[in-house]
């Protein structure tokens, strides 16, 4: 831990400058943005972690800046901050992508539950945790911190994201992230084709049959024991894609 008690007001400034770039990251980082952790949680963590990423000679601009000048440097860091952390979270939302279609398309989104930030339906909140839960057993907070270094290596207090590159990153990010909801929700979409088809077939040989009460039952039980199945594989397929998505769009 860096000691600023006496040091120098481009030091003090610099770390300040550093604080908000880490601060804006985590705000939008998955997991560390969550409404759950309390906000002097995040706080803390941030105030933790900007000594670590503090350099050691502070940027030379900052000598003798003018206040306008600190305060363009401060919106910089917080933009590119949000810009990473936003990254990460666009990656993220396949999988929250994935559980409302395979609620929708299985016939468990009305299962009554809480709803809370991550999705209207309990399917979604379990996949949502499970989810965040596997990021930290896999050392996502270590993988921060390395996507924090490496800004810091790439980009300079003060300076401003280009544009030209952090769009086409974002876009091609939010392309790979649909697709690979599209893909772990696919069973669950093949599934609920199958049935509406045969349903439509079996109420057209028998019209009198009530095929929904009879059907709806069932194809929510499967759904169900599909769900439990699957899961696991779902997980493990996301964390994967997610590591691969991540680390070559930063």
């Excluded at 600023?4 to 939008?28: F, H, M, N």
């Excluded at 280009?162 to 649909?178: W, Y």
Aim: proline share 7%; charged share 10%; aromatic share 4%.
């Amino acid at each position: 831990m860096i000691d600023l008690t006496g040091a120098p007001i481009v030091t003090v400034i610099a770390a300040a400058l550093v604080y908000c770039r880490v601060q804006a990251c985590l705000l939008a980082m998955p997991v560390f943005a969550e409404r759950l952790m309390p906000a002097r949680l995040k706080i803390a963590l941030a105030m933790g972690l900007t000594p670590l990423f503090l350099p050691e000679v502070p940027p030379a601009g900052l000598i003798g800046a003018e206040p306008v000048t600190l305060a363009l440097a401060a919106g910089a860091e917080a933009v590119t901050g949000l810009a990473l952390g936003m990254i990460v979270r666009l990656a993220a939302l396949s999988l929250d992508v994935a559980a409302s279609t395979i609620a929708t398309t299985a016939c468990l989104s009305q299962i009554m539950g809480v709803t809370n930030e991550f999705a209207p339906h309990p399917i979604g909140n379990l996949l949502h945790l499970a989810g965040a839960a596997l990021l930290m057993a896999l050392g996502f907070p270590l993988l921060v911190c390395d996507i924090l270094g490496d800004s810091f290596t790439l980009r300079g207090l003060g300076a401003w994201a280009d544009s030209a590159v952090l769009l086409p990153a974002v876009v091609a990010i939010i392309l790979k992230s649909f697709g690979l909801a599209m893909v772990l929700a696919a069973p669950f979409i093949l599934g609920g084709l199958l049935f509406q088809a045969l349903s439509g077939v079996i109420s057209k040989v028998m019209p009198a049959l009530p095929v929904v009460f009879i059907g709806a039952p069932a194809a929510i039980l499967m759904a169900l024991v599909a769900l439990s199945l699957l899961v696991p594989a779902i997980l493990s397929v996301w964390s994967e894609h997610l590591m691969s998505l991540i680390l070559p769009g930063l």
